[in-house]
């Protein structure tokens, strides 16, 4: 079974500070990796995702996610962040592959992004 | 180009009442997943249709919940009878044809639902 780790519930940071936060996956098998992001108010959207080629993944807003296979991470940066990036961040994962089960996203429990003006 | 919708977005019911949540995915996507995220915890997985078929339900959690996918447009999740571990946010999410992992699924806004 997958399962996905984010190392922080919640992070306070001031405008224009850096950003890293973590996510750590168990699974035996490879994997397709994503982020989404839960602004207030707003539905889940797609930040990034990876599932091969460049281990370093830009998304959408200036956020890009480092895929290191050998520590089993996926971690989400962004060098300066903004007030409007306060937000409920999800790293997710799901199995590579066209079985039944290859579809379900398993995410983990979410960190809170908290920037302070 | 509509987005996944939900209704209601809230809804409170007594313990042991009977709840329909409905999702209309987004416009030619066969795929519609469920999921739901019960407070302090992470979303989980229950169920997924292909079209009209359930292609995947490991995350259903008893057989109080019935989901359909009639005529493999929009969805609904039938909660019978309601239960106080019911309450969450219930997530319907919509991705194109293909039986493709890697593509992405669109949420919709999420169904809070309050079990008194």
């Known amino acids: 079974a997958q399962s996905v780790s984010q190392h922080n519930h919640h992070v306070i940071l001031s405008e224009a500070a850096s950003l890293e936060l973590g996510c750590n996956y168990s699974?035996?098998?490879?994997?397709?990796l994503f982020w989404y992001v839960q602004y207030p108010g707003q539905h889940l959207q797609l930040l990034l995702k990876?599932?091969?080629?460049?281990?370093l993944v830009k998304g959408i807003k200036g956020f890009e996610a480092e895929f290191i296979k050998s520590k089993f991470s996926f971690n989400l940066r962004k060098p300066s962040v903004q007030w409007s990036d306060t937000a409920e961040y999800f790293c997710a994962v799901n199995a590579r592959g066209s079985g039944a089960g290859s579809y379900q996203l398993t995410f983990g429990k979410g960190t809170k992004l908290s920037v302070i003006p | 180009e509509a987005g996944v919708t939900q209704f209601p977005s809230h809804s409170v019911i007594e313990k042991g009442q009977t709840v329909t949540l409905r999702c209309d995915p987004i416009s030619g996507h066969d795929n519609l997943y469920w999921y739901r995220r019960v407070m302090g915890k992470e979303i989980k997985f229950l169920l997924h249709f292909v079209k009209e078929s359930k292609q995947d339900e490991s995350g259903m959690p008893n057989n109080r919940f019935l989901a359909e996918r009639t005529g493999g447009t929009y969805s609904t999740l039938k909660v019978q009878p309601a239960e106080l571990e019911d309450s969450g946010v219930y997530f319907c999410?919509?991705?194109?044809?293909?039986?493709?992992?890697?593509?992405?699924?669109?949420f919709g806004p999420g169904t809070r639902l309050t079990v008194l």
């Open positions: 699974y035996g098998g490879t994997v397709n």
């Open positions: 990876y599932f091969s080629g460049d281990p």
């Open positions: 999410a919509s991705s194109q044809h293909g039986r493709v992992s890697t593509d992405t699924q669109y």
